[in-house]
Structures are given as structure tokens and as C-alpha cells.
């Protein structure tokens, strides 16, 4: 008799965590549309690109201006989702720097590194891309342009348990801080030596698999 409680808590800890799931599977895919207010921010580069498929870094964070926490509707059970996918894409691309500005050229995301971080905690993924953009120039002078890009959308992944800490991490403990950095190619060498900044458009996180 002295077993009962533990059983009787065993139980009820299954018996919830089985709600949980049961819970979760059924909550479909919730969308935040710009995260961090990231929409119209620009990934600059800290330096020019380099010959070696002409690569180069380029980021940006809210460090200057922290965010307050995402409102997210309440979920029973103390459910977290388990999946979190980082899209955007880009509306303009600028070129600057002394170098050789095609009227058309690719560029390749090769991987995308997302940080995030409050009071009380912090959390990183770093997800391997290969998204492919295609620019247009649409406007240049000597040490400057502007190009056009491709619709394409970039789309980066979280693990379940990244995804939790994220979301941990932006619903709660206060303000947030959130940085964003890409490694990238450039398909025409002439561009060594330039920088480029790209213009984030319809920016979101997409929260899924909540259990």
C-alpha cells in the first residue's frame, strides 16, 4: 500500500505525457511572420569577398535594439514544438567596393548560423543550405550597385531539442537578442575585393511537430 502514490503518480505522469502527444500531433504548423522584426534588416558583410569561388560572411543582429518576447497562443500540457524552420528571402542585394559588377550573377547560401539568447539562457544552430539565388543588376556606378534577386526562398531547420530551447528562449525571460550570419559564394571572380549586403524580405519562423 505504501507503493500507491508512486504508482498512482507514475500513471498520471504517463497518462499526461501520452495527452501531450496526442495533443500535439493535432496542433498544426503556426507561422511567425517577422521574427524579431527582422523584415527589411540587411546580412552585411565585415569584409570584402575573397577569390576561392569568391566567398565571404555576411550577418546581422538585433544586439542594438532587443526585442520584447513572442506572444504565443497558450499551449496545454506544457507542449513545445519540436520543430522550427528559419525562411527568407531577400528583395535587394547591394554591391560595394571597387570590382567588377556583372549585370547578372549567382550567389549561394552555403550555411546559415542562427543565435539567440536572453537573460537567462542561450541557444545556436548552424544548418547546411545550398539555396541559390540569382541577381540582376538594376542600377550601378563606379563603387556601388544594385541588383534585383531571384524569388527564392531559404530555409533552414532546427533539431527538436534547438527548436525547444528556441522557443524557450523567445516566449519568455525577458528581452531577446537574435543574430543572424550566412556563408556565401559568388559566382563571377570579378567580384573579389566588393562587399554585398542583402535585404531580408517576408522573413518567418515556422513552429511544427509540437509535442
Known amino acids: 500500500m505504501k507503493n ?9 505522469t504517463t497518462v499526461l505525457s501520452s495527452c501531450s502527444k496526442i495533443v500535439g500531433a493535432a496542433i498544426p504548423a503556426q507561422t511567425i511572420a517577422n521574427p524579431a522584426g527582422l523584415e527589411g534588416k540587411q546580412l552585411v558583410a565585415s569584409s570584402p569577398l575573397v577569390i576561392e569561388s569568391v566567398k565571404g560572411t555576411v550577418s546581422y543582429s538585433t544586439a542594438g535594439a532587443p526585442f ?15 520543430g522550427l524552420d528559419f525562411k527568407t528571402g531577400f528583395s535587394q542585394v547591394a554591391v560595394n567596393g571597387v570590382c567588377v559588377k556583372p549585370q547578372t550573377f549567382t550567389v549561394t547560401v552555403r550555411d546559415v548560423k542562427v543565435d539567440a539568447s536572453d537573460a537567462a539562457a542561450s541557444a545556436t544552430f548552424t544548418a547546411a543550405s545550398g539555396a541559390q539565388f540569382t541577381l540582376t543588376k ?10 534585383s534577386v531571384s524569388d527564392t526562398r ?3 531547420a532546427a533539431d527538436t531539442a534547438t527548436a525547444m530551447k528556441f522557443f524557450s528562449i523567445l516566449t519568455a525571460g ?3 537578442t537574435v543574430s543572424v550570419a550566412a556563408t556565401i559564394s559568388a ?3 570579378g567580384l573579389a575585393g566588393c562587399t ?15 509535442q
Open 4 to 12: 500507491l502514490p508512486i504508482l498512482s503518480l507514475v500513471v498520471l
Open 68 to 82: 520584447d518576447d513572442i506572444q504565443i497562443p497558450d499551449l496545454p500540457f506544457g507542449i513545445k514544438p519540436g
Open 138 to 147: 538594376t542600377s550601378g556606378a563606379v563603387d556601388s550597385a544594385t541588383y
Open 154 to 156: 531559404l530555409n533552414v
Open 174 to 176: 525577458g528581452k531577446n
Open 187 to 189: 559566382s563571377d571572380n
Open 196 to 210: 554585398l549586403g542583402f535585404t531580408l524580405k517576408d522573413v518567418s519562423v515556422v513552429l511544427s511537430k509540437f
